[in-house]
DNA sequence: ATAGGGTTAG
């Protein structure tokens, strides 16, 4: 029988059931080979129906590997990955023979649900087997390590791999660039170009546009841009995609619609979700949902991605009613909210200081509200003066295990805007005792094609002296004007520090200021930011770009905000 | 007959 004719035709559990029934007539359950039998096994494993799958085997006289990988690669695959590991101990557990195949297959489950701990126990199992020295395998393994967030164990894998091959830099180069190590990922970008063994491809940039877009690196992404150019790559809509992310995250929305607009390919669910996103970033509602309008028409059907960036949109423009007529509108059109939609629409709400409503939609929810919703509830609580809830969503927090230090600070807000100064000495002793970890801020920015990282108040820099000398220069023309420091920021900073020094010397201005000193006059600062941008920082940017007549960008966890000549584009801010 | 690297996410 043909196994391709018969992997489409076995899309319901009937056909499985009369292929079986013609299996067992023909007596193929007695032979210990049948690649029919290991097929039929791997469509149970897959669909998944692991009950089925294991029933066979009780048919089978002696299950041979074939029968055994079968099942793991269905399973690995199936909305059950961690029965495939299982089955992976069951055949250890029996000594049955295993290859290179089964270890890739349980990689791949691994890989999957993340199991760090049995992605090393296979590991050990290969080298026992002596399948160290498969080229392919070594590459499963180094990017399972890398999936699991072990970046050190698959860097080591990589430098001590007898054959490395365009796979392997891939692999690492991808892995790096999603686990937070983006900087490395672009050096060793660089070093695969340097060497000249391997010509980058497709699947090379995506790596490396993905690290650029999480480090704002715009030179770095522009350059390898004309690299796919240059080099005739192939501009899939999966390279298109990452190139439209790229500039949409270094500040240039208008440049990604450019290349939105332009593509060749068939735009996927993919692009329009990029560009929908982009828009949503920069504070531009309504170019975001006329796109999702759009799609619509273009026969896209949106997704969960895309409902979750078109309501972000209405967040960040401040569209209350659209994004509530968008978030009704979702069951049914088929997409059913999860916990992010819901913090969305949360969010929403609390910014428009309809917190109770909020909070109701939080008691309505069908699944387990998870901690970022208690926190999108938590944090307009101060603006709004809310004590009532405010208590309730921390409690909660508290409960969830949450050692955040910005939920406690949270909450000692919403208490001294009430002035209630016993309160907020209770929160900063809970956080003493609870040894409430301090996530240090950071900011990158990118001048002259390179990245810098600032961590607040660090003296790393080599040129640190004569950035303090300009935020001295700049903290005496910012009071020129005026400017007071609010209490919300400095809460929200939790520094030791006095109010003044609090503001001036946060990671931020830090960036800023070194902007200022290293750049020629005229050139836009890009400075990308670990924190939101809170109320007072948000007004101290705009002075700084006012005061020395320079445009600054500044992208913050969630937006781009763009200030010219004293002026904001993003509409709203907290 | 069956294996490795890929884009979006408050």
Known sequence: MDLNRLAQKCSTVSHLKQLQAHLTTTGSFKSPFCPVRSKLIEFYALFPLPHQAHSLFLQIDTPSTNDFNAILRGLASSSQPAAAISWFHRMLRGS????????????KACARVLARSQTLQVHSQVVRCGFAADALLGTTLLDVYAKVGDLGSARKLFDEMPVRDIASWNALIAGLAQGNFASEALELFKRMREEGLFRPNEVTVLGALSACSHLGALKEGEKIHRFIRDEKLDMNVIVCNAVIDMYAKCGFVDKAFVVFDSVKCKKSLVSWNTMIMAFAMHGDGSKALELFEQMGQADVKPDEVSY????????????????????????????????????????????????????????????VPDVVLWQSLLGP????????????????????????????VLLSNVYAAHERWKDVGRIRDIMKNRDVRKVPGFSYVEVDGAINKFFTGDKNHEKWREIYDKLDEIRFKIKEFGYVAGTNYVLHDIGEEEKENALCYHSEKLAVAFG??????????????????????????????????????????????????????????W
């Open 96 to 107: 049955h023979k295993i290859d290179a195949l089964t270890c890739s297959f349980v990689l």
């Open 308 to 367: 979750l960036a078109a309501l972000c949109a209405c967040n960040h423009a401040g569209l209350v009613d659209d994004g509530m007529s968008l978030f009704n509108s979702m069951a049914e059109n088929g997409v059913n909210p999860n916990n992010k939609h819901y913090g969305s629409v949360v969010d929403l709400l609390g910014r428009a200081g309809r917190l109770q409503e909020a909070y109701d939609i939080v008691k309505s929810m069908p699944m």
């Open 381 to 408: 609580c101060h603006i709004y003066g809310n004590v009532k809830i405010a208590e309730i969503a921390s409690r909660k927090l508290v409960e969830m295990g949450s050692n955040n230090c910005g939920d406690f």
């Open 516 to 573: 200022l000193i290293s750049t020629s006059e005229g050139t836009s600062i890009q400075v990308f930011k670990n924190l939101r941008i809170c109320g007072d920082c948000h007004f101290v940017i705009k002075l700084i770009s006012m005061i020395y007549n320079r445009e600054i960008i500044v992208r913050d966890r969630v937006r781009f905000h763009k200030f010219e000549l004293g002026t904001c584009s993003c509409k709203d801010y």
